[in-house]
């Protein structure tokens, strides 16, 4: 069985830190593709961060130079470290592995405070 259990949310004053963490099990966790996804109320998924098995990365616009998504293959975990945080960043943040198979981690609220 699949897993991707999130931790590190929570509530952070404007231009703080949080870091996100995912662990994973029940796959093999060094050949997959890793990312970071966001949900507002009433909206879809949102790619924040996306790691390959390699270890390439992409951003999306709005966290590129504030966000950084890595990788910890001997600990079957993957971060995000968010920084600079606005009140636009306020969301549910979901852990995904995305490459060869797709799942889903169950999400984690972070609430920025202005």
């Known amino acids: 069985q699949v897993q991707l259990v999130e931790s590190g949310g929570g509530l952070v004053q404007a231009g703080g830190s949080l870091r996100l963490s995912c662990v994973v099990s029940g796959l093999m966790f060094s050949k997959y593709s890793m990312a970071w996804y966001l949900q507002v109320p009433g909206k879809d998924h949102e790619l924040v961060a996306r790691?390959?098995?390699?270890?390439?990365?992409i951003y999306t616009d709005s966290v590129r130079g504030r966000f950084v998504i890595s990788r910890d293959n001997a600990k079957n975990t993957v971060y995000l470290q968010m920084n600079s945080l606005t009140p636009e960043d306020t969301a549910m943040y979901y852990c995904?592995?995305?490459?060869?198979?797709?799942?889903w981690g169950r999400g984690i609220q972070v609430t920025v405070s202005s």
């Open positions: 790691i390959t098995d390699g270890g390439s990365t």
């Open positions: 995904a592995a995305t490459f060869p198979t797709f799942y």
